[in-house]
T-cell receptor, first 112, second 113 residues
Framework: GESVGLHLPTLSVQEGDNSIINCAYS??????FIWYKQESGKGPQFIIDIRSNMDKRQGQRVTVLLNKTVKHLSLQIAATQPGDSAVYFC???????????FGSGTRLSIRP | EAQVTQNPRYLITVTGKKLTVTCSQNMNHEYMSWYRQDPGLGLRQIYY???????DKGDVPEGYKVSRKEKRNFPLILESPSPNQTSLYFCASSEQGSNEKLFFGSGTQLSVL
């Protein structure tokens, strides 16, 4: 079946460094992808999205890269801060479908 | 403030005792959905609703019911809870469908003994 997964369950980075969180998906028909951030005790929160007609999209301190050839996307966080500590999920869907498939998440921790 | 509100935040119950988890959104969103989150499995969709009186099964609907009588409310009903329904539940909404960003509630931690 379809799957969306993350490469590493945990990632530890030094405060101030850049973080890169990776995600792979299996369904080549997926054309919309979202990254969510989930802090402890809270619901997931939208960070950034990208549609398949783009290969890069930038937000405030975050960049999402999409490589449709290898069905891979990544979330880059610039100058990682303590407030970035959370679990990060990628999710993918098809425009014609009515459900979204979530990855299992990467826990990002920040070393002072 | 735009939000999705779930209640209760925490619930402990016993096998077979019917319960309802409420969900309400104040953004006039068409689409609402329920997910359960279990360690190592990510978020799995239980049910979703594209509009009032329109509901459909997600990936793990067994043991759950929903209703969408009003646009803002989408309650999740467990008619006869079982221990394997112990999980963290999230309600979410979006303007029109799953191919848009979802707004999530704060979650309901359910324990079925």
């Amino acid at each position: 079946g379809e799957s969306v997964g993350l490469h590493l369950p945990t990632l530890s980075v030094q405060e101030g460094d850049n973080s890169i969180i990776n995600c792979a998906y299996s369904n080549s028909a997926s054309d919309y992808f979202i990254w969510y951030k989930q802090e402890s005790g809270k619901g997931p929160q939208f960070i950034i999205d990208i549609r398949s007609n783009m290969d890069k999209r930038q937000g405030q301190r975050v960049t999402v890269l999409l490589n449709k050839t290898v069905k891979h996307l990544s979330l880059q966080i610039a100058a990682t801060q303590p407030g970035d500590s959370a679990v990060y999920f990628c999710a993918g869907t098809e425009s014609s479908a009515s459900k979204i498939i979530f990855g299992s998440g990467t826990r990002l921790s920040i070393r002072p | 403030e735009a939000q999705v509100t779930q209640n209760p935040r925490y619930l402990i119950t016993v096998t077979g005792k019917k319960l309802t988890v409420t969900c309400s959104q104040n953004m006039n969103h068409e689409y609402m959905s329920w997910y359960r989150q279990d360690p190592g499995l990510g978020l799995r969709q239980i049910y979703y609703s594209m509009n009032v009186e329109v509901t459909d099964k997600g990936d793990v609907p067994e043991g759950y019911k929903v209703s969408r009588k009003e646009k803002r409310n989408f309650p999740l009903i467990l008619e006869s809870p079982s221990p394997n329904q112990t999980s963290l539940y999230f309600c979410a909404s979006s303007e029109q469908g799953s191919n848009e960003k979802l707004f999530f509630g704060s979650g309901t931690q359910l324990s079925v003994l």
